[in-house]
């Protein structure tokens, strides 16, 4: 399986792509996470990237197709994988797939998860992450048992700069400007499936296994 999930941010693909990678046994390349680690290791990549993230611009594509590719590589990338953060127009989809048919695993199905602005808004702008275990609750929908403190180690949390509501409505502007295109590139490859991501986590889950399965 050589999955793309699509979606604006706060749509729910990483949480996807976790219950995927232990369904199916393949692994998850994020784009965002890996630009996160590199700006928190300080690598050249990272000090590129963060002036982007931080703007709540998207990042430019050298930097982020070099990342997937080297990703890509590794062993365990060999039955499969799950690309999320990546594409997000139609350029990007382009040379992923140029990327991909020269290691001959092209992508199999892209499913687009689909939620509306102002709930993505919510989603994101409630999102607070433990500073020590790195556990994510949100104030709207996951709070902590204790306000403030996390259930798992008794940590104070902080919020991503990108997880700021006017940061937030800059990437969804950004996003939604070429979201068409995208997916009009994987409709006319005819392995586009778009669902509903405004149901439960186990919901969405259902619907995204019956998609890559080609239910």
Known sequence: MKIVLLGAPGS??????????????????????????????????GK????????????????????????????????????????RNDSQAVALDK???????????????????????KRMSGRRICKSCGEVFNIYSLPPKIDGICDICKGSFYQRDDDK???ILKRLTVYDAQKTSLIDYYKKKGIL???TGSVTVTAIFQKVCAAVEGK
Do not use: N
């Open 193 to 195: 499936k778009s669902i």
């Open 165 to 167: 509501e006017e940061t």
């Open 12 to 45: 729910g693909k990483g949480t996807q792509a976790k219950k995927l990678m232990e369904k199916y046994s393949i692994p998850e390349i994020s784009a965002g996470e890996m630009l996160r680690k590199a700006v928190a290791d300080g690598s050249q990549f």
């Open 99 to 121: 990327m991909l048919s020269v290691i001959s695993a092209p992508v199999s199905v892209a499913v687009s998860i689909d939620v509306p602005r102002e709930e993505l808004v």
């Open 48 to 87: 590129d990237a963060k002036v982007y993230m931080e703007k709540g611009e998207l990042v430019p594509d050298s930097i982020v197709l070099g990342m997937i590719h080297g990703r890509l590589k590794k062993e365990d990338c060999k039955k499969g994988f799950i690309i999320t953060g990546f594409p």
